[in-house]
Structures are given as structure tokens and as C-alpha cells.
């Protein structure tokens, strides 16, 4: 099957309309091309004429969650039994630092552009191609 | 830290990081030798002056620093030049807000003389 951009087929009859669409980069001009050649195909073509193509863009915001947790130190109490030399016991409370991993979810947000590229034309049946 | 000024702080650092310019081709012709001269660039709508043979579709993507019209016709017309074509016409420039796109038909036209091999 010929494409062109530029022409239509001599002697060609002109049989549909075809677009093909497709968020770039993703979608390669290869590719777009490639299904625009299969909706020619499709509509029984052998001719595809690009007649328009163009890029819209759109942004759209993108949000993630990550760990963003860390270490915090909190004082805690502890109770300490101490036995003295003569057998006796002693219960001392005293403050000390206990430090601990906190988890915690954030939200990262960042604007991300689309570009979708759409192809818009014509299918032909050629002299070439009828049956 | 409002919700506007976060994003416009993700922005600012993540699109120099990725400021590129990418170009591609889908041939719909023949290519030929690089072209080393100048790629003429024709917008859309404006008339081709002189009779061509159509090489390829041609298209050039910019983001950040690079989605700007001299880096992307710069693309446009490398990618061009590469095929062969010394000239590309039916021009079509799309901006966004952080990226631009221009498309267009890679030619060879006869009246800028024949290709010059690199």
C-alpha cells in the first residue's frame, strides 16, 4: 500500500475518511502510519493520503507516594532495680533517649504534558489495487 | 507550601533535567544522500514554489529549554537533510506549555538544484 502527504492517486477513487491517533512518545510516527495504513486496508484502500496531521497538548498532574519516614528520638522512662551490698533493692526511675524509624506516605505532584499526534485523511481504491 | 507552588517547584526542577529535542521519520518516498546544504522550511499553507518529489513524514518533539521554534525547526530540518530532502514543506508547529511539536513533509524540490552529497 503507498501513503503520501502530498498527493492523491491518479485515477483514484476516493472511498473513506481515516484518522489514526496516538499519545507520543509513545506512539511512534511509525506506528501512527502503521494504523493508518490498516484503517485504509480496512475500509478495502490501497492509497492513503495524509491530508492533516497535528499535535495537541494537554497537561495533566501526575501524583506519586514515596516513603518519607525517618528517625525520631523520644525521651522514655525506665525504671532501674539496683541490689546494694547488703541485699537491698533499689527502684530508680530515670529519662533516657529511644530513638525509632517513623513511617510515613508523602504525595510528590508534578505537571506532565501530552502530546497526542493525530494523522487525518483519505482512503483510495486505485486502478492498481481493484479487483 | 500551597499546591500551586509545590507543582510550579517540581517544574522548575524536573524540565531543564529533560530538556530534549527528538526527531523521527516515516518514509512515504524514496531518501537520498544527506542533503548538506540549508532545509528550506515551508508553514503550512504557504505555496510550494517549485515541483518536488516527497521523501518522508517528519516530525521533531522539544521539551523545556529545547520547545522552542529554533531548536525544533533545527531538528525538523536535520532529520530532513539526513533523508535526503532539501526542503520540507506543509510546516505545522504545535505548542503546549512545556513542550512543542512541529510536523511536516520531507521533499526534494528540483528548483534548489540537486542534493548535495556530504
Known sequence: ????????????????????HGRRPQATAEALVAEFRSRVAMLGGDFGRIDDFATRHELRTESRDYECGGFETQ????????????????????????????????????????????????????AKGSP | MTRMT???????????????????HVLTGTPGPPFAGD????????????PYQEVAIVTATGQGAQALLPAIL???????ARLGCNAVIRV???RGKVSAT?????????????????
Open chain 2, 6 to 24: 509545590r507543582v510550579a517547584l517540581v517544574l522548575g526542577i524536573l524540565l531543564p533535567a529533560c530538556a530534549t529535542v527528538n526527531a523521527e
Open chain 1, 75 to 126: 525521651m522514655q522512662t525506665q525504671s532501674v532495680v539496683a541490689t546494694g551490698p547488703d541485699g537491698s533493692t533499689a527502684v530508680t526511675t530515670e529519662a533516657v533517649p529511644v530513638t525509632t524509624y517513623v513511617a510515613k506516605t508523602c504525595t510528590e505532584e508534578r505537571q506532565v504534558e501530552d502530546a497526542t499526534l493525530t494523522l487525518v485523511g483519505r482512503a483510495f481504491r486505485t
Open chain 2, 74 to 80: 533545527g531538528a525538523l530540518q536535520s532529520e530532513a
Open chain 2, 39 to 50: 532545509v528550506k522550511i515551508v508553514i503550512e499553507g504557504s505555496p510550494v514554489s517549485a
Open chain 2, 92 to 94: 505545522r508547529y504545535d
Open chain 1, 1 to 20: 500500500m503507498s501513503i503520501s502527504a502530498t498527493r492523491d492517486p491518479a485515477g483514484g477513487q476516493e472511498i473513506g475518511i481515516v484518522e489514526a
Open chain 2, 102 to 118: 512541529a510536523t511536516g513533509v520531507g521533499v526534494r524540490m528540483e528548483s534548489q538544484g540537486a542534493a548535495a552529497p556530504r
